[in-house]
């Protein structure tokens, strides 16, 4: 008898199957060693019977896909035509404490084929408030400690390490290559010297700052604002770090992607922000 | 003479540099990015650039944290 054949996706590769097959079939078939079935986004026990157009993911708990399989399967959740642009796209990140340990994270998951980190701090127990590092990488070069941690995020990515003062000579050589800067440092004159610099000595190439996301004061007040065709700042403007006004995981963390998204919009072409 | 500071008029005497508008307006050259007529000028330049009448200067001041 001549079953009906049917379009699935497993482990995001088209595959054509029998209709009404149960999953364990597929599974001793295709993957034997897995010991997890999800289909269309939930695990499902082995006696469901495949369906048209089913998106099936098969993996073994603990062990790591293979480089080209996890690009896949992260991907798969991207809108359609996004991945191919972030793989080409460049990315620099001046800084890597709470906005630039947060925004590196959210580009490497985005998929960000290069992204440069520079900073030339190490992490202390004090910036586990809102950073994205452990406790066991305290004393650590916090661009050593992030590039292992985008490393197990997404291998994929292309992480470039600078450990070392960025100042207004070092500026141009260090992101001219970048296609977009991010600004993610924590003083506000080291942020002015940065844009500056950068607005100056490297023409063409965007740049994406942040300003005013201390404290616990609403996290609407947080927005992309357009200053020119090249440059972007993120934040309310207004609250700054100081005495009795903390810098908080929240906003900081709103504040970090919102130059995330900034960046990703750049990518794909889209204006980040109206103009004021 | 009058010049348009972040979108908003404002009435100068002549001769004003661009430093002495950042002491007018309260504003730490340290901590600023200074956009003249579209340009933004470098440190260097904050002294020695008089304001004309009509200029348009955008001041994007940066405050500390992140």
Same mark, same amino acid.
């Given at each position: 008898m001549n079953r009906k054949q049917i379009q699935i996706y497993l482990n995001e590769r088209s595959l054509t199957v029998a209709a009404k097959m149960p999953l364990r079939d597929l599974q001793q078939q295709q993957c034997p060693n897995a010991d997890l079935l999800i289909v269309n986004g939930y695990p499902c026990p082995d006696d469901h019977l495949i369906a048209d157009q089913d998106h099936i993911v098969m993996i073994r708990r603990?062990?790591?896909?293979?480089?080209?399989?996890?690009?896949?399967? &992260? &991907?798969?959740r991207h809108t359609p035509g996004v991945?191919?642009?972030?793989?080409?796209?460049?990315?620099g990140i001046a800084g890597a404490g709470g906005l630039g340990s947060?925004?590196?994270?959210?580009?490497?998951?985005t998929g960000v084929g290069f992204i440069r980190i520079a900073d030339f701090d190490v992490v202390e127990p004090s910036n586990l408030n809102r950073q994205q590092y452990f406790v066991d990488?305290?004393?650590?070069?916090?661009?050593?400690?992030?590039?292992? =941690?985008?490393?197990?995020? =997404?291998?994929?990515?292309?992480?470039d390490s600078y450990y070392g003062k960025i100042t207004a000579e070092n500026v141009n050589e260090l992101f001219a290559d970048m296609d977009i800067l991010v600004e993610a440092f924590d003083r506000a004159d080291q942020k002015a010297m940065l844009a500056n610099t950068f607005l100056r000595d490297v023409p063409e190439k965007y740049l994406v700052a942040a300003s005013g996301m201390a404290g616990y004061e609403p996290g609407n007040s947080i927005r992309t604002r357009k200053i =020119? =065709?090249?440059f972007y700042l993120c934040g309310d403007n207004l609250t700054s770090a100081g005495p009795g006004c903390g810098l908080m995981a929240p906003r900081v963390g709103i504040a970090a992607h919102h130059q995330a998204n900034a960046v990703l919009r750049l990518i794909l072409g889209e204006d980040p922000a109206t103009q004021g | 003479m009058r010049i348009t500071v972040n979108g908003k008029h404002k009435q100068i005497t002549d001769p004003t540099s661009i430093a002495a508008l950042f002491e007018m307006v309260g504003v730490n050259p340290e901590q600023v990015v200074a956009e003249h007529n579209g340009t933004i000028l470098a440190p260097q330049q904050y002294r020695e650039t008089i304001l004309r009448e009509g200029d348009t200067i955008e001041l994007i001041q940066f405050v500390g944290g992140g």
């Open positions: 603990g062990v790591a896909p293979s480089p080209q399989e996890l690009e896949a399967l &992260m &991907m798969a991945h191919a642009k972030v793989k080409k796209a460049r990315v947060a925004i590196a994270i959210a580009l490497a998951r990488q305290i004393g650590l070069p916090k661009v050593h400690a992030l590039r292992d =941690n985008l490393q197990r995020i =997404n291998p994929l990515v292309t992480v =020119n =065709n090249r | -």
